[in-house]
């Protein structure tokens, strides 16, 4: 008997794997057709609404040491690494909210279980020191909110990846920059990477070199249909869009 249950396990394991389908996340939440702003939490709240896989966000460091989310190295005009966080609180939103701190914008997310948390880790403009610092302050905050189950890092900055696997053995660290081999992002013991379409586009064998080396395969940010079929095709792990209502429509098709 146990070991019929131990072959439908495993039959079922197969065809999971076998048919498993690319997922979606919502590059800066869900914000272009819910009329949201980006990085909001209004945009992570509509993405979870829409059942999104991920919801992507990206940080910044204050002057003071506060991590922001906001996608541009200003806010509404402000510079954010050049300002205190209270300065930051000058302007707002369209909305009416005031730019979110990571561990707002955390808890926002960490209600619910079913939408990962992708945090993109933006690289300082003024120090390598600097984007290290955010390394370790956003580390810090997911393992005090307890929420290294939610959240997977992304970041351009070759070095902030090393770092946060130097930090941490498990955390999921994808590289974005899109200029590593698949043998250096395995070697560097990252989770995978998430590469612009183009890079892939131009050499679509890439996502199999990378997926036969057991790394995680992620694009951005892709809002055509062509496009997203293409990736889909090729059987990618996930999708970065600004269209998240568009490729689910073309999943469930």
Same mark, same amino acid.
């Given at each position: 008997?146990?070991?019929?249950?131990? $072959?439908?396990?495993?039959? #079922?394991?197969?065809?999971?794997?076998?048919?498993?389908?690319?997922?979606?996340?919502?590059?800066?939440?869900?914000?272009?057709?819910?009329?949201?702003?980006?990085?909001?939490?209004?945009?992570?709240?509509?993405?979870?609404?829409?059942?999104?896989?991920?919801?992507?966000?990206?940080?910044?460091?204050?002057?003071?040491?506060? @991590?922001?989310?906001?996608?541009?190295?200003?806010?509404?005009?402000?510079?954010? &690494?050049?300002?205190?966080? !209270?300065?930051?609180?000058?302007?707002?939103?369209?909305?009416?909210?005031?730019?979110?701190?990571?561990?707002? +914008? $955390?808890?926002?997310? $960490?209600?619910?279980?079913?939408?990962? $948390? =992708? +945090?993109?880790?933006?690289?300082?403009?003024?120090?390598?020191?600097?984007? #290290?610092?955010?390394?370790?302050?956003?580390?810090?905050?997911?393992?005090?909110?307890?929420?290294?189950?939610?959240?997977?890092?992304?970041?351009?900055?070759?070095?902030?990846?090393?770092?946060?696997?130097?930090?941490?053995?498990?955390?999921?660290?994808?590289?974005? /920059?899109?200029?590593?081999?698949?043998?250096?992002?395995?070697?560097?013991?990252?989770?995978?990477?998430? +590469?612009?379409?183009? =890079?892939?586009?131009?050499?679509?064998? @890439?996502?199999?070199?990378?997926?036969?080396?057991?790394? !995680?395969? /992620?694009?951005?940010?892709?809002? !055509? &249909?062509?496009? #997203?079929?293409?990736?889909?095709?090729?059987?990618?792990?996930?999708?970065?869009?600004? &269209?998240?209502?568009?490729?689910?429509? =073309?999943?469930?098709?």
């Amino acid at each position: 008997m146990k070991k019929q249950l131990l $072959l439908v396990a495993l039959t #079922m394991v197969f065809h999971v794997g076998l048919f498993a389908q690319t997922s979606i996340i919502a590059h800066r939440g869900a914000w272009k057709n819910t009329k949201v702003p980006q990085n909001s939490i209004a945009s992570l709240d509509a993405a979870i609404s829409q059942g999104a896989w991920g919801s992507e966000f990206d940080v910044h460091l204050t002057k003071d040491d506060v @991590l922001v989310v906001n996608h541009d190295h200003d806010f509404h005009g402000l510079e954010v &690494e050049e300002l205190t966080y !209270k300065e930051l609180l000058a302007k707002k939103h369209d909305n009416g909210e005031s730019i979110p701190t990571v561990e707002e +914008y $955390l808890k926002a997310g $960490l209600k619910q279980k079913g939408t990962k $948390l =992708i +945090y993109e880790l933006k690289t300082s403009k003024v120090s390598k020191e600097r984007t #290290m610092k955010n390394v370790e302050l956003s580390l810090a905050i997911v393992k005090k909110l307890k929420a290294e189950k939610m959240v997977e890092f992304i970041a351009f900055d070759w070095d902030a990846c090393l770092k946060f696997r130097e930090l941490d053995k498990k955390i999921k660290v994808h590289y974005l /920059n899109g200029d590593k081999s698949p043998a250096e992002v395995k070697a560097a013991n990252l989770t995978g990477v998430d +590469y612009h379409f183009s =890079i892939f586009k131009k050499n679509p064998n @890439l996502i199999q070199e990378f997926k036969d080396l057991k790394l !995680k395969t /992620n694009v951005w940010t892709v809002n !055509k &249909e062509e496009d #997203m079929k293409f990736f889909i095709d090729q059987k990618i792990d996930f999708i970065t869009t600004d &269209e998240p209502e568009l490729l689910k429509t =073309i999943l469930n098709k």
